[in-house]
């Protein structure tokens, strides 16, 4: 019996925070679909200061080839106004390797982020984060 494991995603934006929700491990056509999904939702902010807001349901490991397509993208949000990111690791039994790649996608692209165990706290945090920015 062979089984397929494919992810999910999806994409949803509130004033200026970006939400994504991201379920099991991607495949290539997976992340290559998501990257493409990510270029149009980065367009609405239009340069303006914006935060992300990512949450990780299950194990979502990334081959050599998914960290790589999320360096090219957090690089294409950072010139769209990306100025922060919380991530958020659930019922995940490889959380320490997800935050260590995690560590090596954002620090390629100097991005602001931490890594969060519950989404009340990761939201609450980004929204400091992006208003003391905006006024300060």
Same mark, same amino acid.
């Given at each position: 019996?062979?089984?397929?494991?494919? +992810?999910? =995603?999806?994409?949803?934006? +509130?004033?200026? *925070?970006?939400?994504?929700?991201? !379920? @099991?491990?991607?495949?290539?056509?997976?992340?290559?679909?998501?990257?493409?999904?990510? =270029?149009?939702?980065?367009?609405?902010?239009?340069?303006?200061?914006? @935060?992300?807001?990512?949450? !990780?349901? @299950?194990?979502?490991?990334?081959?050599?080839?998914?960290?790589?397509?999320?360096?090219?993208?957090?690089?294409?949000?950072?010139?769209? +106004?990306?100025?922060?990111?919380?991530?958020?690791?659930?019922?995940?039994?490889?959380?320490?390797?997800?935050? %260590? /790649? %995690?560590?090596? *996608?954002?620090?390629?692209?100097?991005?602001?982020?931490?890594?969060?165990?519950?989404? @009340?706290?990761?939201?609450?945090?980004?929204?400091?984060?992006?208003? /003391?920015?905006?006024? +300060?």
């Amino acid at each position: 019996m062979e089984i397929t494991l494919k +992810g999910e =995603y999806s994409i949803a934006s +509130g004033s200026n *925070i970006l939400q994504v929700d991201a !379920f @099991g491990p991607f495949d290539n056509s997976v992340t290559e679909q998501y990257v493409d999904d990510m =270029y149009q939702a980065c367009e609405q902010f239009a340069s303006q200061p914006w @935060g992300l807001l990512i949450s !990780f349901h @299950g194990n979502s490991v990334f081959s050599p080839e998914a960290e790589e397509a999320l360096i090219k993208v957090n690089k294409y949000r950072v010139k769209h +106004g990306l100025i922060a990111s919380a991530s958020v690791i659930l019922d995940s039994s490889t959380a320490d390797i997800q935050q %260590l /790649q %995690l560590r090596r *996608i954002y620090q390629a692209c100097n991005i602001t982020f931490y890594v969060f165990s519950e989404v @009340g706290s990761a939201k609450a945090w980004l929204e400091q984060f992006l208003q /003391q920015t905006h006024t +300060g």
